[in-house]
């Protein structure tokens, strides 16, 4: 038998720090929220285009209990608060109030949201008008000025 070589005392296995930074990487990738939408504030606007209301479908977003909002028509009523049905009631809101601009070119919707109402509320609501509406030209938020 050949004699067993002895390693250098300065040589050190790093395999199983290795096996444990991989670990931490796919345990933190994996129980992290990935949706930027859903966290965060409405940024506030340096520069805007002035869209007047009275050409455009408009919708409120005010904040609710919790991480819910509070969807309004532009004449204060609400929407429904369960998602399924207000999802149903923006799109018939939509729908009639491009109706009613036969003699103007009412081809766009403003989102007015409430500083305190989360980001993934206002993109909710976007993507409802997004999805239902291909001819829409485009979807303003609104935002307070200082």
Same mark, same amino acid.
């Given at each position: 038998m050949l004699p067993r070589k002895k390693r250098d005392d300065e040589e050190m296995d790093i395999t199983p720090m290795i096996d444990i930074t991989f670990l931490l990487l796919i345990f933190f990738v994996v129980a992290s929220k990935m949706d930027p939408t859903q966290i965060g504030s409405i940024p506030e606007a340096d520069n805007a285009l002035a869209i007047?209301?009275?050409? *455009? @479908?408009?919708?409120?977003?005010?904040?609710?209990?919790? +991480?819910?909002?509070?969807?309004?028509?532009?004449?204060?009523? +609400?929407?429904?608060?369960?998602?399924?049905?207000? @999802? *149903?009631?923006?799109?018939?809101?939509?729908? *009639? +109030?491009?109706?009613? *601009?036969?003699?103007?070119?009412?081809?766009?919707?403003?989102?007015?949201?409430?500083?305190?109402?989360?980001?993934?509320?206002?993109?909710?609501v976007q993507k409802i008008i997004g999805d239902s509406f291909e001819d829409i030209e485009s979807t303003y938020v609104a935002v307070k000025e200082q």
């Open positions: 007047s209301a009275k050409d *455009s @479908a408009v919708i409120f977003i005010k904040p609710g209990a919790g +991480e819910d909002a509070i969807v309004e028509r532009l004449d204060g009523t +609400e929407f429904s608060r369960d998602e399924a049905t207000q @999802a *149903s009631e923006i799109v018939e809101y939509v729908t *009639s +109030e491009l109706e009613k *601009s036969q003699g103007r070119n009412k081809n766009h919707v403003m989102i007015m949201g409430d500083k305190d109402v989360k980001v993934g509320q206002v993109t909710r």
